[in-house]
């Protein structure tokens, strides 16, 4: 038999972006606020830890990893939340480079160990992003 959680459906795919746009409606506004709060809170002690090691093997420089990525969780889930901002693909674009360059200067790692990220965060807004000036020169 098949497994029918293997493959996505269109179904299910309606109905997950019919839920999505039902919780950014203004009316769910206190709702929405509270799972932004949720996942922080969800999510800060993982990624704390994530950030912890990193400074343990000298790839991050901060002496607040925990803050540091509460800082970046909720400025990014404020920051690329579409019902909150309205971004043009280019200020989009330049939100992404400067999440980036931000991350880096929080958590004192060297430019560049992020860019990987800039993908990553791109697909989620669905921005296409230019090729970056240092990636063109490898």
Same mark, same amino acid.
């Given at each position: 038999?098949?497994?029918?959680?293997?493959?996505?459906?269109?179904?299910?795919?309606?109905?997950?972006?019919?839920?999505?746009?039902?919780?950014h409606?203004?009316a769910?506004?206190?709702m929405h606020e509270?799972s932004?709060?949720?996942s922080?809170?969800?999510?800060?002690?993982?990624?704390? *830890?994530?950030?912890?090691q990193?400074? $343990?093997?000298r790839l991050?420089?901060?002496?607040?990893? =925990?803050? /540091?990525m509460?800082?970046?969780l909720?400025s990014?889930?404020i920051?690329?939340?579409?019902?909150?901002?309205?971004?043009?693909?280019c200020?989009?674009?330049q939100k992404?480079?400067?999440?980036?360059?931000a991350? *880096?200067?929080?958590?004192g790692?060297e $430019?560049?160990?992020?860019?990987p990220?800039?993908?990553? =965060?791109? /697909?989620g807004?669905?921005?296409i992003?230019q090729?970056?000036?240092?990636?063109r020169?490898e």
């Open positions: 038999h098949r497994d029918l959680h293997s493959f996505p459906t269109r179904c299910s795919s309606d109905l997950k972006d019919r839920m999505i746009e039902e919780f409606l203004p769910n506004a206190l509270k932004i709060v949720r922080i809170l969800a999510l800060s002690p993982i990624l704390g *830890e994530i950030a912890s990193g400074v $343990k093997e991050f420089s901060t002496e607040h990893p =925990l803050e /540091a509460q800082i970046l909720v990014g889930q920051l690329f939340d579409s019902s909150m901002f309205t971004w043009t693909p200020e989009m674009e992404i480079n400067g999440f980036i360059e991350m *880096e200067a929080v958590l790692a $430019k560049g160990t992020f860019e990220m800039k993908q990553i =965060l791109a /697909a807004s669905g921005c992003l090729e970056s000036e240092s990636r020169a």
